[in-house]
């Protein structure tokens, strides 16, 4: 699978995708008209500095794995952050339901 990222630089806005794109956004501020045939010169600088930027900033490790460990999931279940699901039931959480709620 292709990954697909942009770079805007100076007035230009350049898409990396299956087709690649190349905009003038002083020209063209809706990014209607891709200029990526024409000016493949352009395109070519672009595309190679956002090229550049993406070897510089990547990472090769491997990402961290989740911990499988019970006590360390039920730790980070207690810290009721933004990533729970939001549909949980109340009386799932512990919690009475508010009256009116389903």
Known sequence: MER????????????????????????DPKSEHNLATEMKAVADTVGDRLETFRQKT???????R??????????L????TP??????RPEAMGRKPIQGQH
């Open 58 to 64: 990547s990472s090769k490790r491997e990402a961290p």
């Open 66 to 75: 989740m911990s499988e460990d019970p006590a360390a999931q039920a730790k």
């Open 77 to 80: 279940a207690a810290l009721d």
């Open 4 to 27: 697909t990222a942009s770079l805007r630089t100076g007035k230009y806005l350049y898409v990396q995708a299956p087709r690649r794109e190349l905009y003038d956004e002083a020209a």
């Open 83 to 88: 990533c729970r699901p939001p549909f949980r």
